[in-house]
Each structure stands twice: as structure tokens, then as C-alpha cells.
């Protein structure tokens, strides 16, 4: 494969993971405000510390996973971003 061809590819596939990556986190950001509704919810007086406790892990999950996919995210619009510039100056 030719450096173009390579390119081509590499920004191909950025192009489409980045938009998979997108969806995933705004479903991910989504999630968390619903875990933090519920948090709200929860902080009712009544409620044990045993489920403040429980009320944590999702929140934490939630916010490693968000976090996790904007670093993918990052990494992947480098590499399409080098892809781009590649096959800019293969053209020019």
C-alpha cells in the first residue's frame, strides 16, 4: 500500500470511529445525569448510609467510562487529523 492508500484508510476508519465514540458518549453523558438524578433523589433524609454508599458506584463508573471515551476520542482525532494531513500534502 502506497502512503496515500494508508492514509486514506487510517482516516477512514478515524472518521467512523470517531462518530461511534461520539454516540457512545453522549449516551454515557446521558446515563450520568440520569445516575445523578437519582443521587438527588436519594439524599432524602430517610434514606440509610448503606445506600448513599450504593448511590457512589454508578456515579463512579459513569464518570471513568466519560472520562475513558473523551481520551479515546482525543487519540482518534490525532490520528485522523495526521491522516488529513498526509493525504492534504500528498495532493499539493
Do not use: N
Given at each position: 500500500m502506497s502512503l496515500q492508500e494508508d492514509a486514506t484508510a487510517a482516516l477512514d476508519w478515524a472518521t467512523t470511529r470517531q462518530q461511534e465514540l461520539e454516540?457512545?458518549?453522549?449516551?454515557?453523558?446521558?446515563?450520568?445525569?440520569?445516575?445523578?438524578?437519582k443521587m438527588a433523589e436519594l439524599q432524602h433524609p430517610k434514606c440509610e448510609n448503606r445506600r448513599a454508599q450504593e448511590?457512589?458506584?454508578?456515579?463512579?463508573?459513569?464518570?471513568?467510562?466519560?472520562?475513558?471515551?473523551?481520551?479515546?476520542?482525543?487519540?482518534?482525532?490525532?490520528?485522523?487529523?495526521?491522516?488529513?494531513?498526509?493525504?492534504?500534502?500528498?495532493?499539493?
Open positions: 454516540a457512545e458518549l453522549a449516551t454515557a453523558q446521558q446515563m450520568q445525569r440520569l445516575v445523578e438524578a448511590r457512589e458506584v454508578p456515579h463512579r463508573f459513569v464518570s471513568l467510562r466519560i472520562s475513558a471515551l473523551d481520551k479515546e476520542l482525543t487519540e482518534v482525532r490525532r490520528v485522523k487529523c495526521l491522516a488529513e494531513q498526509t493525504l492534504a500534502g500528498a495532493g499539493a
